[in-house]
């Protein structure tokens, strides 16, 4: 069974951080890109960072420019997504997914195959 498995997520104060995983189960992520979305209450799902199948990155949420690492580690079949600085108005459902090998300049939700149910952020003091 195909899966990718989110975890990481939790509760932090403003300014703290976090690092999401992403792992992979019947399948390996060598040949795919991950990109990672988040979705807040009552919002559309929006993408916030994406890496290519030779480690390639790409950012799409300007909101959190220079707060985000996304990093891959193909033996151990898992990408990771490190936030730092966090804000409030980061809390979200953070989900990862996967395509074939490229991110594409803009997040399309559309083209990604394979998705995990999603890991919960909250920032709050």
């Known amino acids: 069974q195909l899966q990718l498995v989110e975890s990481g997520g939790g509760l932090v104060q403003p300014g703290g951080s976090l690092r999401l995983s992403c792992a992979a189960s019947?399948?390996?992520?060598?040949?795919?890109?991950i990109g990672w979305f988040r979705q807040a209450p009552g919002k559309e799902r929006e993408g916030v960072s994406c890496?290519?199948?030779?480690?390639?990155?790409?950012n799409y949420a300007d909101s959190m420019k220079g707060r985000l690492t996304i990093s891959r580690d193909n033996a151990k079949n898992t990408v990771y997504l490190q936030i730092n600085s966090l804000k409030p108005e980061d809390t979200a459902v953070y989900y990862c997914?996967?395509?074939?090998?490229?991110?594409?300049?803009?997040?399309?939700?559309?083209?990604?195959?394979?998705w995990g149910q999603g890991t919960q952020v909250s920032v709050s003091s």
């Open positions: 019947g399948f390996t992520l060598d040949y795919y890109a």
């Open positions: 997914a996967a395509k074939g090998f490229y991110c594409s300049d803009y997040p399309n939700r559309y083209e990604y195959d394979y």
């Open positions: 890496i290519n199948s030779r480690g390639g990155m790409t």
